[in-house]
Nanobody, 127 residues
């Protein structure tokens, strides 16, 4: 069973940057599509970005396009989320997820396909 552990959250001023990391256990990391989700105060968890197992395909939700970038290093079993031009509305707990399903399924039906969720890392953006 794959396990995922996030890190890199923290407090940052609006306009600043953070890079989240997610390390995954196991020897078949490249077989997993990976994704980031977030849950803001009083909100439901929402999709942020996903990346294919090879890293060739990425998809970001509209609210973060041009500001956030998902990437992965399969040699290190790690997926990243580079977050630039952060806004107070980006404040949330960010979760990493792994799935053997497609990136499309990860983006639109995560509850059906995610194999493992991380514990989350808090990102707070002050105005």
């Amino acid at each position: 069973q794959v396990q995922v552990v996030e890190s890199g959250g923290g407090l940052v001023q609006a306009g600043g940057s953070l890079r989240l990391s997610c390390v995954t256990s196991g020897r078949t990391f490249s077989h997993y599509a990976m994704a980031w989700f977030r849950q803001g105060p009083g909100k439901e968890r929402e999709f942020v970005a996903t990346i294919s197992g090879s890293g060739d395909y990425t998809y970001h939700t509209d609210s973060v396009k041009g500001r956030f970038a998902i990437s992965r290093d399969n040699a290190k079993n790690t997926v990243y989320l580079q977050m630039n031009s952060l806004k107070p509305e980006d404040t949330a707990v960010y979760y990493c997820a792994a799935s053997r399903a497609t990136t499309r399924a990860m983006a639109f039906t995560p509850s059906d396909v995610v194999d493992a969720w991380g514990q989350g890392t808090q990102v707070t953006v002050s105005s």
